[in-house]
């Protein structure tokens, strides 16, 4: 049962998180701190309102790993926001969500979870397609590739320590947190670059923290109801909402390496949570 209410969490954040993500590619004028910042404003919102509302202790039980949680994850979204600037939207969300392949492998060294060869090969699938990805023709930067490798091994490491948080912490408390963290880090990296916003640009900036927060919430308890190794591969659903919003919306066009290589990522994914879940 808990199990299944996981999924469905999941399901809801990447529809929140396309939302989030269609905005930032309408929104890369602005810097990658900024954007930051703004996302993480809004949801502040949410979270103090929460917080104060249903009398939930502001600073939690595990304070440390908590800050670590913020400080790990506003480095992911930076450098995530970073790369949707080098390529198109779709193109970056497939790369980011090769996390589950890190989250695998954290999950071994840290939570001693047990990975099976099969699935292994099933990443190795994965990770090959960001090498198609990339093209052999250079048609997407190598800068916006790096980007989201690393984005995505900090994401890894987010579902880790979300999962050894286990349910001892709020969920909004784990997201309080990591809001916090990344509105001081966006706003002080900002300061030098700000772009001042037009009214509609302002409205638009703060309403990706309404997108973040209810994909945030949704994905952390997502991670606090099932295993990370079953919960972290649904998130390839967003690669496909992203790109009928780039196509759709955003004007995008994509290759054969591109599609073929978000294929791959998908696919590998795909069969790790088949065989994951038929082994339960």
Not at 103 to 120: H, M, N, S
Not at 226 to 252: D, M, R
């Amino acid at each position: 049962m808990e199990l299944r209410k996981a999924i469905y969490f999941m399901i809801l954040s990447t529809l929140a998180f396309t939302g989030m993500n269609g905005l930032i590619k309408y929104l890369t004028e602005y810097t990658a701190y900024q954007l930051v910042f703004f996302r993480s404003v809004g949801s502040l919102v949410f979270t103090f309102g929460y917080l104060f509302r249903y009398k939930v202790p502001l600073l939690g039980n595990n304070r440390k790993l908590l800050l670590v949680r913020g400080l790990v994850g506003v480095t992911a979204m930076s450098l995530f926001f970073m790369a949707v600037h080098y390529m198109p939207i779709g193109s970056a969300v497939a790369l980011r969500y090769t996390s589950p392949i890190f989250a695998a492998i954290f999950a071994v060294l840290l939570l001693r979870e047990t990975i099976k060869p099969l699935q292994w090969l099933f990443f190795a699938i994965a990770f090959a397609g960001v090498l198609v990805l990339k093209g052999f023709n250079g048609e997407i930067s190598t800068i916006g590739i790096v980007l989201g490798l690393i984005s995505a091994l900090f994401s890894g490491f987010v579902y880790i320590i979300i999962r050894r948080l286990g349910k001892a912490e709020h969920p909004v408390v784990i997201v309080n947190y990591f809001m916090c963290v990344a509105t001081l880090v966006g706003g002080i990296l900002s300061i030098f670059n700000w772009i001042p916003p037009t009214f509609e640009d302002t409205l638009l900036l703060l309403s990706l923290g309404v997108f973040g927060f209810f994909g945030q919430l949704f994905m952390t308890k997502a991670f606090q109801l099932g295993e990370t190794n079953v919960i972290a591969p649904i998130k390839y659903v967003e690669v496909v909402f992203a790109i009928l919003v780039g196509v759709g919306f955003l004007g995008e066009t994509y290759s054969w390496y591109s599609v073929t290589g978000m294929a791959m990522i998908i696919g590998g994914l795909l069969l790790n949570l088949w065989y994951k879940s038929n082994r339960q």
